[in-house]
Every structure is written in structure tokens, then in C-alpha cells.
């Protein structure tokens, strides 16, 4: 639903005409509005996103899932709180500081493999 949002203020198209299933090139996106796409959402989600990302997952749906694999616990972190909190959604102001101690256990434990 945030893809079909964010989708629809871009382009100023209506959220109920996206069929998840279509190619993002279907709804009229051209260079510069996947740059504006992939800026939207590497803001909200504080990742880093590029355009070349929507050409190997071309659809809200394939899109959707790549987001929720590759980025599950980050995902996960930005839509619900951490069991440790005790509450059920994380306020939009600290969503950014859990994904980030996120990131750096992840960092941290990759370094310590190498």
C-alpha cells in the first residue's frame, strides 16, 4: 500500500487504477520520475535505493517482495516495534534510529566473520 502511495503522488495517478501485477513502465514512468521513485523511497525507508532496482523487479508485487526479503529486518524494524519495547509500532521519529542498530549489528557481525 506505501508502494501504490508513493506511486500515485508521483505520477498523480489513482492508487485503485495500479494493478500490482503491471509493469511500473505501465502507469507512465520514464527516467526521471523511477529517480523520483527510488529518492521517495530511500528517504521513507532510510536505505539506499537506485532506479536500476526497478528494472530487475518491474512490478509493486515483485518490487514488494524484494523489499521484504532483502531488507526483512529492516522491514520489519520500520513497520513494528521490537519485542523488547513492548509496544506494537515503533513511532515514525525512531523508526530511523532502530534501522540503523540494525544495520550495524549486521555490519558488525559481517566484520567479524571477515
Do not use: C
Not at 507512465?28 to 523511497?41: K, Q, R, Y
Amino acid at each position: 500500500w506505501e508502494l501504490r502511495g508513493a506511486i500515485s503522488q508521483i505520477l498523480k495517478y489513482p492508487k485503485e487504477k495500479l494493478n500490482i501485477d503491471e509493469g511500473l513502465g505501465d502507469f507512465g514512468f520514464d527516467s526521471i520520475s523511477l529517480a523520483e521513485f527510488a529518492d521517495v523511497l530511500s528517504e521513507r525507508y532510510e536505505l539506499e535505493i537506485t532506479p536500476d532496482i526497478f528494472f530487475g523487479y518491474p512490478t509493486i508485487e515483485r518490487l514488494s517482495q524484494y523489499f521484504l526479503e532483502r531488507y526483512s529486518d529492516e522491514m520489519q524494524a520500520f513497520y513494528h516495534e521490537g519485542e523488547e519495547e513492548g509496544s506494537l509500532t515503533t513511532p515514525p521519529e525512531n523508526r530511523g534510529q532502530k534501522i540503523r542498530k540494525i544495520r550495524s549489528k549486521k555490519l558488525e557481525t559481517k566484520q567479524k566473520k571477515q
